[in-house]
């Protein structure tokens, strides 16, 4: 059988999706609630990494079984799993899908929110959960600004050092920001997304914002391809893995 | 001076605001940060207790210093003490107040909202922060019944034993539940709550969305004073004290 997973996780904790032999990934609980649950080790799958301290409201994963387990229907799956997870992870949906199914090939894009804080003083709520700025931002530059984003182009200015992948050209579908009371959300969706490309678009938008970068500067990167010439690469605390796009299976 | 600070704290890990000798609580946080910063000990006083877990977003308290400090800016206040106060305690405001403003006998009722959660599955984001009861509630029942609560009542049968107070009578000014996506929200405001009395009321909504208890038993309830005749206290994870209503000063 395999199981498809939507699952939220607090990323704070974790040194992200991915298995480390040292340290503690999201990845390596799921093997374990698995193995507490079947009774054997079975392949768990994501749909991508995501970096130490990030969150994931709607992440995809398979768990393939090989037959042999005493079946258990997808509707009481979550539960069972929940059961086994840490409190900061949570299986909000399964269901069965064809063997073929990939999280990752089976999908064409993902949608991420970056949170920004920018009220006075410090919120508690938000702690961890946000970038913190405390000072206003100009939320009206940065979605002038992030609307550049939109399109097909090559994103090597906005990918660190360590990019596993050759190819830097992406379409983003969308990409605004919208103030929502005391804080700024900046949400971006596309085909795919590189090493740190949401959160060194977050940090550029905060240059926006601040009069250290304007739209021409980014007009450029998109063309020149040079990571000095955009912002830092904003902390991972604010951003959140929302949902992944799935393709009808088949296609 | 007599500096009015508006609060916001989670409560996870605090015994409540109210000093305990063998407990964390957020007042002892309070005075440790004011001493730190004025190299001497004043008087913390705070509006009201909150119960161990339950959080607050604008809680008011006063610091009296006796003028032998050296002075602060009301307006570099809050920073001032958020560096020497734990990350899940933040001062959102400070104000000058006259010597006489006492955060209790100058405030005239508070707004408290509490937070039911009702997906599916749990959510990790609201672990500690709601009552997850992840089975659907009927908050169309539950606002219905909420309603009932306004007015002045005797609210007896909404008490724990050991509330302090001989009177029971309160006045609720609004009282009423609505849903916000995933969660269901209860929100009252009134003069006065006795001990656990806003727990008991959203322990008594979840009783009316699940049929235990009708509008009726709230009606009688209200009248008999007979704390078996209503549902049981809500986890204090869910409630939120959210304001205090300050009278004008002087009156």
């Not at 258990?72 to 799956?77: E, G, P, V």
């Not at 961890?128 to 979605?143: G, V, Y």
């Amino acid at each position: 059988m395999n199981y498809l997973l939507t699952v939220s996780y607090i990323g704070t904790n974790y040194c992200g999706w991915q298995y480390q032999p040292n340290a503690r990934s999201v990845q390596e609980c799921f093997q374990n609630a698995v193995e507490d649950l079947f009774g054997k080790r079975f392949p768990v799958t994501g749909c991508s990494r995501t970096d130490s301290g990030v969150h994931a409201k709607g992440f995809l994963c398979t768990v393939k079984t090989d037959g042999t387990e005493s079946p258990i229907d997808s509707d009481k799956l979550p539960m069972a799993l929940n059961v086994r997870l840490p409190q900061d992870i949570s299986v909000r949906e399964a269901e069965a899908v064809p063997d073929a199914f990939h999280p990752r090939y089976n999908t064409y894009g993902k949608e991420y929110r970056y949170i920004f804080y920018d009220g006075k003083c410090r919120n508690p709520f938000l702690q961890n959960r946000a970038w913190q700025i405390c000072h206003r931002l100009d939320e009206s530059k940065m979605n002038s600004a992030a609307r550049l984003f939109c399109g097909e182009h090559d994103f090597s200015s906005f990918c660190s050092v360590g990019t596993s992948d050759d190819n830097h050209v992406r379409t983003v579908f969308e990409s605004n920001v919208a103030r929502e009371g005391e804080t700024v959300v900046f949400r971006v969706t596309g085909n795919g997304f590189l090493y740190n490309m949401v959160r060194i678009m977050a940090g550029t938008l905060y240059d926006v914002s601040r009069g250290k970068i304007n739209e021409s500067d980014i007009s450029r990167a998109l063309k020149c391809g040079n990571r000095a010439s955009v912002g830092m690469t904003a902390p991972p605390y604010g951003l959140y893995l929302e949902r992944v796009l799935r393709k009808p299976f088949g296609e």
